[in-house]
């Protein structure tokens, strides 16, 4: 009771004229505990309006710590509105507090006063402004359209010239180009990877693809000569944990509703395009139309491996105009996908049924044959105890006798004989704790992983997902009964789903590329190289989608033979 007076009478002599010098004076870290009891004690009801907003800058409160209490944000609404419209207050904080995504929102108080066209003119007079920052530039021009700070499409507009001049000047000094060039000719090898300075070269015999042309080995060329999909047949190029750090994190920005990627997703994405393009001609000059190759795969071996019948592909013609190729190729996508949905859940392509369905299913939407098709990590233990493994931001890896050698506490247990006491004592805890979760272990005080469990949690942390009926683990079957991993029984996975609908739409995230939206909408199209590169990029959906479903059939005629083994 008697501290509790003596910090009230404290902040009872504080005063506008001596608050900046008495904050001064505070220890760094107790300024989040004198800005709470100035709000808490409402110290401020003895300010001026008149120099509040001076008291306020020679605080260096940032916008955020200005608006956390809603009491003061009322005492003070006209004077903080005020302020928010100076750029240097107001422009940074809408930016942050509407456009960005956060791990964690900040409970903030806006001002009555500080009214909608006020934020966006803070948008617009930062645009006719001098200096830009490119990343504020990307927010604004990926904006979702929100009722507390709509972005028009001319001001959009602006952003984006905006954004072309920036770079356009500071090309030299901020760009780094990652070089690849794929090479179709005569080679020793079926399939040549070299990197040169940074500088990527894939080369692919033709003489094997000329000998190779029957149309099974053509599609699978892209799974084995391409890897466009891994051993489980997850999309290798769809954005994942997998190559992200804390520096990538920190020279990025993501606004509210934007798709997660980084450098590596631009490389890959680069380079399977740059792979569609080349193979494409390939087989162009074989006299190989890849259009036939997919309605071959729908109307004839779908019935001839699976039985299943109606699988119809209305697909391009080669002497088709590119847009009209663009337009009938998204088409194909959505109706493809329609009738996999219609024989997932009734067994069955029924054409006439069909004839009468209008909407297409959402990507995500589309089911499985499989029951237990794919898992994902479904409890913060999963997620901390796969961090502590495998993150690189922690110090369990840290030993006084390796040093800083190796990146994360695998790397650290399995080169070294490495015991409990060995560890630095901080981390003695988190070690003792992972004993605990199994996924370590002491063998005469030496730690051993568990190498199926370790085996999992990689899997998971660094493609966020499993396909379960590549994998017969007990450990993971105990891990989805104990509710650690969650099921699914959808055709694609989460990454996969919201790399094609980031392509494809813009319902899910704000800076989506929409190309299926521009060709199904008559949208207004650039040039004819802007087409021909959303073509190959509509291929190379329709060649995941294919791979996806023969995957798909695949499994399920297996289980049929040998049950599901994660049947519960």
């Given at each position: 009771?008697?501290?509790?007076?003596?910090?009230?009478?404290?902040?009872?002599?504080?005063?506008?004229?001596?608050?900046?010098?008495?904050?001064?004076?505070?220890?760094?870290?107790?300024?989040?505990?004198?800005?709470d009891?100035?709000?808490?004690?409402?110290?401020?009801?003895?300010?001026?309006?008149?120099?509040?907003?001076?008291?306020?800058?020679?605080?260096?409160?940032?916008?955020?710590?200005?608006l956390q209490d809603k009491a003061f944000v009322e005492y003070f609404d006209k004077e903080i509105t005020l302020l928010l419209e100076e750029q240097e207050?107001?422009?940074?904080?809408?930016?942050?507090?509407?456009?960005?995504?956060?791990?964690?929102?900040?409970?903030?108080?806006?001002?009555?006063?500080?009214?909608?066209?006020?934020?966006?003119?803070?948008?617009?007079?930062?645009?006719?402004?001098?200096?830009?920052?490119?990343n504020i530039l990307q927010l604004i021009i990926n904006a979702k359209p929100t009722l507390e700070l709509p972005i028009s499409p001319k001001i959009k507009k602006i952003a984006d010239q905006r954004n072309t001049e920036f770079w356009n000047r500071n090309k030299s000094a901020f760009t780094h180009e990652y070089g690849f060039c794929v090479s179709f000719g005569s080679y020793e090898n079926v399939k040549n990877v070299r990197n040169e300075n940074g500088n990527w070269t894939l080369e692919y015999d033709t003489g094997w693809i000329k000998n190779n042309t029957d149309y099974p080995t053509l599609l699978n060329n892209f799974i084995y000569l391409f890897e466009y999909t891994d051993s489980q047949a997850r999309c290798t190029y769809a954005s994942n944990n997998y190559g992200k750090s804390a520096l990538t994190d920190f020279f990025s920005v993501r606004g509210k509703g934007?798709?997660?990627?980084?450098?590596?997703?631009?490389?890959?994405?680069?380079?399977?395009?740059?792979?569609?393009?080349?193979?494409?001609?390939?087989?162009?000059?074989?006299?190989?139309n890849i259009e036939n190759v997919i309605k071959?795969?729908?109307?004839?071996?779908?019935?001839?491996?699976?039985?299943?019948?109606?699988?119809t592909c209305n697909?391009?013609?080669?002497?088709?105009?590119?847009?009209?190729?663009?337009?009938?190729?998204?088409?194909?996508?959505?109706?493809?996908?329609?009738?996999?949905?219609?024989?997932?859940?009734?067994?069955?392509?029924?054409?006439?049924?069909?004839?009468?369905?209008?909407?297409?299913?959402?990507?995500?939407?589309?089911?499985s044959l499989i029951k237990n098709k794919y898992c994902y990590a479904n409890s913060d233990d999963i997620v901390k105890e796969m961090n502590f493994m495998f993150s690189d931001q922690n110090m369990l890896a840290y030993t006084e006798r390796?040093?800083?050698?190796?990146?994360?506490?695998?790397?650290?247990?399995?080169?070294?004989?490495?015991?409990?006491?060995?560890?630095?004592?901080?981390?003695?805890?988190?070690?003792?704790?992972?004993?605990?979760?199994?996924?370590?272990?002491?063998?005469?005080?030496?730690?051993?992983?568990?190498?199926?469990?370790?085996?999992?949690?990689?899997?998971?942390?660094?493609?966020?997902?499993?396909?379960?009926?590549?994998?017969?683990s007990p450990i993971l079957k105990e891990m989805?009964?104990?509710?650690?991993?969650?099921?699914?029984?959808?055709?694609?996975?989460?990454?996969?789903?919201?790399?094609?609908?980031?392509?494809?739409?813009?319902?899910?995230?704000?800076d989506g590329k929409a190309i299926r939206n521009r060709y199904i909408h008559d949208a207004i199209i650039i040039d004819e190289r802007t087409m021909t590169a959303d073509y190959y990029t509509l291929l190379k959906v329709m060649i995941m989608i294919i791979i996806k479903i023969n995957d798909d059939c695949c499994l399920n005629e297996t289980i049929k033979e040998e049950g599901d083994f994660y049947e519960l």
């Open positions: 009771m008697k501290l509790n007076n003596v910090v009230h009478e404290f902040f009872k002599s504080i005063t506008e004229d001596n608050v900046v010098a008495i904050f001064d004076e505070c220890y760094v870290s107790y300024w989040d505990d004198f800005r009891f100035f709000y808490k004690l409402k110290t401020y009801t003895c300010f001026s309006g008149e120099k509040i907003c001076d008291v306020l800058k020679g605080l260096h409160w940032n916008t955020f710590q200005i207050y107001g422009l940074r904080f809408i930016v942050s507090h509407y456009l960005e995504e956060h791990e964690k929102e900040q409970k903030v108080y806006i001002p009555r006063s500080f009214t909608i066209d006020k934020r966006v003119k803070l948008i617009e007079d930062y645009l006719k402004g001098g200096d830009v920052n490119p934007m798709y997660k990627k980084g450098t590596v997703f631009d490389m890959l994405e680069s380079l399977s395009d740059i792979q569609m393009a080349g193979y494409v001609k390939q087989l162009n000059v074989l006299g190989i071959w795969f729908f109307e004839s071996y779908l019935f001839e491996e699976f039985g299943i019948r109606n699988f697909m391009p013609k080669p002497n088709d105009s590119i847009l009209s190729k663009c337009k009938t190729l998204a088409s194909a996508i959505d109706g493809v996908l329609s009738k996999d949905k219609m024989f997932c859940d009734d067994g069955e392509i029924d054409t006439e049924l069909f004839r009468y369905i209008t909407d297409s299913p959402r990507i995500k939407d589309v089911p390796t040093g800083s050698k190796y990146d994360n506490l695998v790397q650290l247990i399995l080169n070294e004989k490495i015991g409990i006491a060995d560890c630095q004592p901080y981390n003695q805890e988190a070690i003792r704790w992972l004993i605990e979760r199994g996924v370590i272990y002491l063998e005469d005080e030496v730690i051993k992983c568990q190498k199926e469990r370790v085996f999992i949690l990689k899997e998971l942390y660094e493609k966020n997902v499993i396909s379960m009926q590549y994998i017969k989805i009964t104990k509710g650690e991993i969650v099921t699914d029984n959808k055709l694609l996975t989460k990454p996969e789903y919201q790399y094609f609908d980031y392509l494809l739409n813009n319902a899910e995230f704000s």
